[in-house]
T-cell receptor, first 113, second 116 residues
Framework: DQQVKQNSPSLSVQEGRISILNCDYTNSMFDYFLWYKKYPAEGPTFLIS?????DKNEDGRFTVFLNKSAKHLSLHIVPSQPGDSAVYFCAASVAFGNEKLTFGTGTRLTIIP | NAGVTQTPKFQVLKTGQSMTLQCAQD?????MYWYRQDPGMGLRLIYYSASEGTTDKGEVPNGYNVSRLNKREFSLRLESAAPSQTSVYFCASSRPGSRRGGYGYTFGSGTRLTVV
């Protein structure tokens, strides 16, 4: 039972354009969401996060949007750069208790120069 | 500051062999985790340790054991390796409230394990 889903395994975007990565979740107990970026042969690194009390969080070129009623979040990258080519994972955690994260299956983003 | 260090980086095992994956963090984090990454499956939690002296099963614990040796170290053991355990294994750590602060986990660089 995949509680966090990324339905697009891959995405190609031209340099300078907007990249939009999507993520859906099924567990209504999730209250905190994060995006991680992963380059080959490296561990994932934290990118941006959002609490369920917000619907948008912005950090430079990266913006995460959360639609709680639809159980959907998205990551926008504007403008896209070649260095953004990586695998992106969304992750979610519940409100209380330990810090366990449930990850999605990942989307491989390729930025075309 | 090394962060999270995993050893070895690569390993090939024969079916039935055993091995231990080592993980150490130098950030004084309380919680540590072992994940495996497989194509099309994302990152799946094997075991975690919320604090020194405690361990709990994650989503896919079968075939694995863990030891939280001290606050710094969290090892993952395969007692009798199977081809289905061919994967990339990641160790991670976090401090209380880190997800609220937006920091999330700090991951190691991974161990690529092949079981033949």
């Amino acid at each position: 039972d995949q509680q966090v889903k990324q339905n697009s395994p891959s995405l190609s975007v031209q340099e300078g354009r907007i990249s939009i990565l999507n993520c859906d979740y099924t567990n209504s107990m999730f209250d905190y969401f994060l995006w991680y970026k992963k380059y080959p042969a490296e561990g994932p690194t934290f990118l941006i996060s959002i609490s369920s009390i917000k619907d948008k969080n912005e950090d430079g070129r990266f913006t995460v949007f959360l639609n709680k009623s639809a159980k959907h979040l998205s990551l926008h990258i504007v403008p896209s750069q070649p260095g953004d080519s990586a695998v992106y994972f969304c992750a979610a955690s519940v409100a209380f208790g330990n810090e366990k994260l449930t990850f999605g299956t990942g989307t491989r983003l390729t930025i075309i120069p | 500051n090394a962060g999270v260090t995993q050893t070895p980086k690569f390993q090939v095992l024969k079916t039935g062999q055993s091995m231990t994956l080592q993980c150490a963090q130098d950030m004084n984090h309380n919680s540590m985790y072992w994940y495996r990454q497989d194509p099309g499956m994302g990152l799946r939690l094997i075991y975690y340790s919320a604090s020194e002296g405690t361990t709990d099963k994650g989503e896919v614990p079968n075939g694995y054991n863990v030891s939280r040796l001290n606050k710094r170290e969290f090892s993952l053991r395969l007692e009798s390796a199977a081809p289905s355990q061919t994967s990339v294994y990641f160790c991670a750590s976090s401090r209380p409230g880190s997800r609220r602060g937006g920091y999330g986990y700090t991951f190691g660089s991974g161990t690529r394990l092949t079981v033949v």
